[in-house]
């Protein structure tokens, strides 16, 4: 790769992380109500399509917002971490899965979970949140094998199985309200 490629790699990689939460915006303020309602995942008329399209629609401004913000910190973050180790090929495969494989198992964890906990229940799924949780998840990686590469592979083993625990005590505490040992 040639010194101007290399110069140039970060600012397009920069432009690609971006494109995303444009085109969340571009989807949100740019389609009609009626359209956005087609794209959503209504569990009551499946349409196959949905499954994925239904990540890329929101249910509001604040909705969107919340997705982008976290959108944002866990893909640079993550990206920060994988340019550090030379691990980039890693990110962008990583990246264009989570784009395109989590939202369609998101909706489909989603209308397998409320078809059996809640049969009775109607419910519509939209929104980023799914694919921004793997992108924490993949930040939480890249911290462990960033920890492996510049420091030892136990203290990344370390790093990584204690992320793991703080991160389930903070998922156990968030859904019973209390903090249990």
């Given at each position: 790769?040639?010194?101007?490629q290399?110069?140039?790699?970060?600012?397009l990689?920069g432009?690609?992380?971006?494109a995303?939460?444009i085109l969340?915006?571009?989807?949100?303020?740019?389609?009609n109500?009626?359209?956005?309602q087609t794209?959503?995942?209504?569990h009551?008329?499946?349409?196959?399509?949905t499954l994925?399209?239904?990540a890329?629609?929101?249910?509001?401004?604040?909705?969107?917002?919340?997705?982008?913000?976290?959108?944002?910190?866990?893909?640079?973050?993550?990206?920060?971490l994988c340019v550090a180790?030379?691990?980039?090929?890693?990110?962008?495969?990583?990246?264009?899965?989570f784009?395109?494989?989590?939202p369609?198992?998101?909706?489909?964890?989603?209308?397998v979970?409320?078809?059996t906990?809640?049969?009775?229940?109607s419910?519509?799924?939209r929104?980023?949140?799914?694919?921004?949780?793997?992108f924490?998840g993949?930040?939480l990686?890249?911290?462990?094998?960033?920890?492996?590469?510049?420091y030892?592979?136990?203290?990344?083993?370390?790093?990584?199985v204690?992320?793991?625990?703080?991160?389930m005590?903070?998922?156990?505490?968030?859904?019973?309200?209390r903090?249990?040992?």
């Amino acid at each position: 790769m040639s010194s101007e490629q290399v110069e140039k790699q970060p600012i397009l990689e920069g432009a690609l992380l971006l494109a995303v939460p444009i085109l969340l915006a571009a989807i949100h303020f740019l389609t009609n109500e009626t359209l956005k309602q087609t794209l959503a995942f209504s569990h009551d008329h499946f349409a196959l399509y949905t499954l994925f399209t239904a990540a890329y629609v929101h249910a509001g401004q604040a909705h969107l917002v919340g997705n982008v913000v976290g959108y944002l910190l866990t893909t640079t973050y993550a990206y920060m971490l994988c340019v550090a180790v030379d691990e980039r090929r890693w990110f962008w495969r990583t990246f264009v899965v989570f784009l395109v494989a989590l939202p369609v198992l998101v909706s489909l964890t989603s209308y397998v979970l409320f078809s059996t906990w809640f049969p009775s229940v109607s419910v519509i799924s939209r929104g980023f949140s799914g694919v921004v949780a793997g992108f924490g998840g993949f930040l939480l990686v890249a911290l462990a094998v960033y920890v492996r590469k510049r420091y030892s592979t136990e203290l990344g083993g370390v790093v990584g199985v204690s992320t793991f625990l703080v991160l389930m005590a903070t998922i156990d505490f968030i859904y019973s309200g209390r903090v249990r040992l």
